[in-house]
């Protein structure tokens, strides 16, 4: 088990369904990875959002060796044990006075998994504030019922299909501002959400979505990457790493999954809606 949370922490997190700040990596070291990304989309020539999803740990060796900073894994195996799957990864980014958002939305609803013993760490790589844009949550909202989202396809929500969860009272949303270097931790019941970046520079972090290696996928046979301990479970075949940036045989499976993913999305959410109006 990882040492990373004391228990008042975990406590929190347990009854609340997310904690912050937590110190991950330095300042001068958040300004690297970003500086990374930003010349990954100068190279490109498209945004990180645009195909650094679900697993964009599958295009940089230093993401997946970010996803396992130990800063990071402890606090994680503190709240869900010590063997430790990555289900997925994806790079948020926000530009200086973008009316993008991210509509309130559970990310449970979504992933296909069982138990929910799952926990995304989101890491600023620029100064995440209330003016930029920080992710905000629901306090204890994780241990309510499975919402219903609507799927809106809005052009400016940052999320594939405009994800929505209607009705949150807005007054009750908690912001979790962070310094570049420091991360945040919420249940993946959690229903949470972003605002326009209204700074004059861009927001740009990155998800990190852990499991417990006993978690099984609802959707058939899929991939992930050990991260800590052991996995005595074989519930999952393993994410191919890259060997270098870009490596052409982790980028192609990336496109794929994130392809699989969004027709997933779709059947998990018309199943729900039938089970709906059937009840
Ligand atoms: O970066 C954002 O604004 C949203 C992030 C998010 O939805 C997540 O980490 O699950």
Redesign the pocket.
Known sequence: MGSGLTQQQIDFFQTSGYLFPLNAISSTEAATLRGRIETYEAQSGEEVNKRLKIKAHLAFPWMCELARHPAIVEAVQSLIGSDVLLFGS?A?AKNARDIRF?SW?Q?SAYYGLDPHDCV?A?IALSPATSES?C?RVLPGSHRGPDLVHEETYDANN?LARGQSLQGIDDNLAVEMPLEPGQFSLHHERTA?D?LPNRSDDRRI?V?FFYMAAHVRSTLGPRSAMPVAGVDAYGHWSRDPEPRTDLDPVSMEYLDSIWARYRDQAATIQAARRADQSAA
Request: glycine share 14%; charged share 5%.
């Open positions: 994806s948020f991210v939305h990310d995304t989101w844009g992710l940052l949470h972003s972090g998800a």
